[in-house]
């Protein structure tokens, strides 16, 4: 037991969804007869689910800062139904199209973020009124039509890394960028356990930072050889490059930033936040601002990957997002969450609905299975209270049983930083 929680470095609940995440693609693999991981299925389930982890990268911000966006899907869907009638009508390049989606994405979320950071309204409501309002917008703009795009633009949404080199039954840049990958992971764990020493502290045993990191570099691997291998013309999707850049941007943000830590600060304790110097009102703003510029990136890429916008884009998609931010951990009552879990929890429900289609399970049903699974993830955060503060039927159930909480429960801050240390820890950055 020891030896497993030196592995896990106390980030139980992460590692748990990780295995959660394995179990569930070991079962359908077995279910589906070795369906699940093949090159084909892989890319696919990427290629369709890949604007929901986008959505989850933004979210999780949102709910760490102690808020909700419930408007996401429609500003996707209008910015995708402006962008599609700009490029058809103005004749727009389609790198021009995208800045044009950007820029109406930050417009739309400095309108939202203004209302909730400096008029007071709760994000809630706001995004409520927006999820109306840019739905109803979508339909006015493109008449309620479904609007093509050019085969420009949708690479973006349906396009491959490029074949390079010789023939060598692989995609030759699919592998490259995963070697590269590979590089990187173990530089890092190198460089991570050289900086322990030379501050003083004292690193994990060897072994352990080596079954991590060959653990990860096996994952990279395989995962390389399943995007490489594809049916000609194919390889790693375009829409998961876009990804992965955003979570090692995000992930360093969120973790390594003055801005990311005012984030967790807002989210854990607002009000001590600002006696430490912390400007809330613009931290809100910002996190509402960039929720809808990835939301409008992730309307864009879905666009692209179904050659048209269409006025029951985005649909759901809120709910989707939320979910997965959900399952990868974050507290219901905000400050604790990260970036790669919500991703971890957004690929659990995209293994879980791909595995149910590929088993011919109806839509009903698997929608019932979506929901238990929610439920019983957050229940369980609730139970073991492993990360920060607890969420709020956590608390409620606290304040019954009369059980004070412990004081070396991690909180909000920081992935891991307790909330009494809120002012030492922005001072100090």
Same mark, same amino acid.
């Given at each position: 037991?020891?030896?497993?929680?030196?592995?896990?470095?106390?980030?139980?609940? *992460?590692?748990?969804?990780?295995f959660?995440?394995?179990?569930?693609?070991?079962?359908?693999?077995?279910?589906?007869?070795?369906?699940?991981?093949?090159?084909?299925?892989?890319i696919?389930?990427?290629?369709?689910?890949? !604007?929901i982890?986008?959505?989850a990268i933004?979210?999780?911000?949102?709910?760490?800062?102690?808020?909700?966006?419930?408007?996401?899907?429609?500003?996707?869907?209008f910015?995708?139904?402006?962008?599609?009638?700009?490029?058809?009508?103005?004749?727009?390049?389609?790198?021009?199209?995208?800045?044009?989606?950007?820029?109406?994405g930050?417009?739309?979320?400095?309108? *939202?973020?203004?209302?909730?950071?400096?008029?007071?309204?709760?994000?809630?409501?706001?995004?409520? /009124?927006?999820?109306?309002?840019?739905?109803?917008?979508n339909?006015?703009v493109?008449?309620?039509?479904?609007?093509?795009?050019?085969?420009?633009?949708? !690479?973006?949404?349906?396009?491959?890394?490029?074949?390079?080199?010789?023939?060598?039954?692989?995609?030759?840049?699919?592998?490259?960028?995963?070697?590269?990958?590979?590089?990187?992971?173990?530089?890092?764990?190198?460089?991570?356990?050289?900086?322990?020493?030379?501050?003083?502290?004292? #690193? #994990?045993?060897?072994?352990?930072?080596?079954v991590?990191?060959?653990?990860?570099?096996?994952?990279?691997?395989?995962?390389?050889?399943?995007?490489? /291998?594809?049916? #000609?013309?194919t390889?790693?999707?375009?829409?998961?490059?876009?990804?992965a850049?955003?979570?090692?941007?995000?992930g360093?943000?969120?973790?390594r930033?003055?801005?990311?830590?005012?984030? !967790?600060?807002?989210?854990?304790?607002?009000?001590?936040?600002?006696?430490?110097?912390?400007?809330?009102?613009?931290?809100?703003?910002?996190?509402?601002?960039?929720?809808?510029?990835?939301?409008?990136?992730?309307?864009?890429?879905?666009?692209?990957?179904?050659?048209?916008?269409?006025?029951?884009?985005?649909?759901?998609?809120?709910?989707?997002?939320?979910? /997965?931010?959900?399952?990868?951990?974050?507290?219901?009552?905000?400050?604790?969450?990260?970036?790669?879990?919500?991703?971890?929890?957004?690929?659990?429900?995209?293994?879980?609905?791909?595995?149910?289609?590929?088993?011919?399970?109806?839509?009903?049903?698997?929608?019932?299975?979506?929901?238990?699974?929610?439920?019983?993830?957050?229940?369980?955060?609730? !139970?073991?209270?492993? *990360?920060?503060?607890?969420?709020?039927?956590?608390?409620?159930?606290?304040?019954?049983?009369?059980?004070?909480? #412990?004081?070396?429960?991690?909180?909000?801050?920081?992935?891991?930083t307790?909330?009494?240390?809120?002012?030492?820890?922005?001072?100090?950055?």
């Amino acid at each position: 037991m020891n030896a497993l929680k030196q592995l896990v470095s106390g980030n139980t609940r *992460q590692f748990g969804m990780i295995f959660a995440l394995v179990a569930l693609i070991v079962l359908f693999q077995i279910l589906t007869g070795g369906l699940t991981l093949t090159p084909d299925n892989v890319i696919n389930l990427f290629n369709g689910n890949s !604007y929901i982890l986008i959505l989850a990268i933004g979210m999780v911000l949102v709910i760490i800062a102690g808020h909700i966006d419930l408007s996401v899907g429609s500003v996707a869907a209008f910015a995708g139904i402006v962008v599609a009638l700009a490029m058809r009508d103005l004749d727009l390049p389609w790198f021009v199209g995208i800045l044009l989606g950007l820029a109406l994405g930050a417009a739309i979320g400095a309108w *939202q973020g203004f209302w909730v950071a400096y008029v007071g309204i709760p994000a809630f409501i706001v995004t409520l /009124a927006g999820m109306l309002l840019f739905r109803g917008a979508n339909q006015f703009v493109g008449k309620s039509n479904t609007i093509p795009v050019s085969e420009d633009f949708q !690479y973006i949404g349906a396009g491959y890394l490029p074949e390079i080199g010789p023939d060598t039954g692989f995609n030759n840049l699919t592998v490259l960028v995963g070697l590269l990958a590979v590089a990187a992971v173990i530089v890092l764990a190198v460089r991570r356990r050289q900086r322990d020493v030379k501050v003083g502290a004292t #690193p #994990p045993p060897l072994w352990v930072d080596g079954v991590k990191t060959g653990l990860l570099v096996a994952a990279l691997l395989f995962a390389t050889n399943l995007f490489a /291998a594809g049916r #000609p013309g194919t390889s790693f999707p375009i829409p998961g490059l876009i990804l992965a850049v955003l979570v090692l941007l995000y992930g360093f943000v969120s973790a390594r930033t003055v801005v990311g830590r005012h984030v !967790y600060a807002v989210g854990g304790n607002k009000h001590a936040a600002e006696l430490s110097g912390v400007r809330s009102r613009r931290i809100d703003f910002l996190v509402m601002m960039n929720m809808s510029i990835l939301a409008a990136l992730a309307g864009m890429i879905f666009v692209g990957r179904s050659t048209g916008s269409g006025p029951f884009d985005g649909v759901g998609w809120e709910l989707d997002a939320i979910a /997965a931010v959900f399952i990868g951990g974050a507290a219901v009552s905000g400050g604790v969450g990260t970036v790669v879990g919500s991703v971890i929890g957004g690929l659990v429900m995209a293994v879980l609905n791909n595995g149910l289609q590929l088993l011919g399970v109806g839509a009903d049903l698997t929608q019932i299975i979506k929901g238990l699974v929610l439920l019983i993830a957050v229940a369980l955060d609730v !139970y073991n209270k492993r *990360q920060g503060k607890p969420s709020i039927t956590g608390l409620l159930m606290s304040r019954f049983s009369g059980k004070p909480k #412990p004081d070396d429960e991690p909180t909000p801050l920081a992935p891991q930083t307790a909330k009494k240390d809120t002012s030492e820890l922005i001072h100090s950055e």
